[in-house]
Structures are given as C-alpha cells and as structure tokens.
C-alpha cells in the first residue's frame, strides 16, 4: 500500500515549457488535491477533485490546468512555466467531504528558469 | 485576517518538555481540525485529528480545541530532538471550496 505517489520527484523547466505533474493514490480516496508550497506561504490550494469526474479551482489555479483522469489518478499541467512557479507541489487525497483529513505524496520539486 | 493563523516560530524548548503550538481560525462554523507534522525537505504528515471541543490524547501528543474561543492547540509532551519540525495546523473552512485551509506552520526547535 504505497498511499500517494507523485512523479517527478525533481524537475527544471526553462520558462514557457511546458510539464505535467502526476499523481496516483491507493486509498480508495474519492477527493485529490493539489497544492504549492513556498517559504513563508504555507500550503496553498491550487486545484482540487471532490469526486471522480469533478474539477474545482481552488486558491492559486493560475498558470496550472488539472485532469482527473480516473479515481487514482490526478494530474496538474503547466503550460507555459514561469520562474514564479518555482516550488514544491504537493498531492494530496482524503475521503470524501471536506471535513475529512488529507493524506499527502512526497512531492514535486519544480525550478523554473 | 488570516483564515487559519500560527505563530511562525522557531518555538525552542530543551528535550523533556512540554512544547505548546497554538492555531486560531476565523471561521466560526468550522468543524474538523487537523494537525501535521513536516520535516525540513519532506511532506505534511498527520499526526492527530479532533472534532469535538476539549482534548484527545494520542501517545506524547494532545491537541486541544475550544470552538468558542476559536482556537486549537497541540500539547507535545517529553519532547525529544526527532521532534524537531514545522506542525501545520488544518482547518475546514466554509470558503465554497471543499478543502483544508492550512496555517503556513510554527517550527519548533527541541534542545538536547
């Protein structure tokens, strides 16, 4: 039982190229996360899937698209890398609601030059 | 204001101690609170969960909620050097999204 797995663990763009970030989850989770972490900032939302087959913006969606291409799988693209998207993304799934608690993968480290 | 504020820190106490983290949140109707433990270059862990107002113990680990003051604490007793991280606090906040809303984290700093 692996929990979240995101791949890659590491990664450097030069600006406007493009990546996509991916993430898979073991848990039978309903809900997946994605969020940024930068110095100071704290975990910052940027996409989420409440469900298999929904999508939803969530604090910072700018710059990023999402896909929930099953019930493990959710993945975060960057169309066009940009230096201010230099951080560490992190996965994450819970059950279904709100109100239930986050389990998170090991993260991305992304440098955009 | 913040949605979920916490002191930054470092919060330094010498090995054996009781270390004391606090978050206030600024949703009144928020229900589920979380904390998470993060080593320096690793991911969020979680470490203890409460719903209900007073404590819920968990091995060296208490966490504390009172909803009509708005705040939830975490009690770590006999602290030791591997304690040594930064403790995210997480708070479902009814902002129409359907998420957490983390602090941006207090670390602490054990002592040997």
């Known amino acids: 039982n692996a929990g979240v797995t995101q791949t890659p663990k590491f990664q450097v763009l030069k600006t406007g190229q493009s990546m996509t970030l991916q993430c898979a989850q073991d848990?039978?989770?309903?809900?997946m996360y994605w969020y940024r972490q930068d110095p100071g900032m704290g975990l910052r939302l940027i996409y989420y899937?409440?469900?298999?087959?929904?999508?939803d913006k969530g604090e910072v969606p700018n710059g990023y698209n999402v896909s929930r291409l099953n019930k493990r799988e959710f993945s975060l693209r960057l169309e066009s890398a940009a230096p201010s998207q230099t951080s560490v993304y992190f996965c994450?799934?819970?059950?279904?609601?709100?109100?239930?608690?986050?389990?998170f993968g090991p993260g991305t480290r992304l440098l955009v030059l | 204001q913040k949605e979920v504020e916490q002191n930054s820190g470092p919060l330094s106490v010498p090995e054996g101690a009781i270390a004391s983290l606090n978050c206030t949140y600024s949703?009144?109707?928020?229900?589920?609170f979380f904390w998470y433990r993060q080593y320096s270059g690793k991911s969020p862990e979680l470490i203890m969960s409460?719903?209900?107002?007073g404590d819920k113990e968990d091995g060296r680990f208490t966490a504390q909620l009172n909803k009509a003051s708005q705040y939830v604490s975490l009690l770590i007793r006999d602290s030791q050097p591997s304690d040594s991280a930064t403790y995210l606090c997480?708070?479902?906040?009814?902002?129409?999204?359907?998420?957490?809303?983390f602090g941006s984290g207090t670390r602490l700093q054990v002592q040997p």
């Open positions: 949703d009144r109707v928020s229900q589920s």
């Open positions: 997480a708070v479902n906040t009814y902002t129409g999204r359907r998420a957490l809303t």
């Open positions: 899937s409440a469900s298999e087959g929904t999508t």
């Open positions: 994450a799934s819970s059950e279904t609601g709100d109100e239930r608690a986050q389990y």
């Open positions: 848990m039978n989770h309903n809900s």
């Open positions: 409460i719903y209900s107002n």
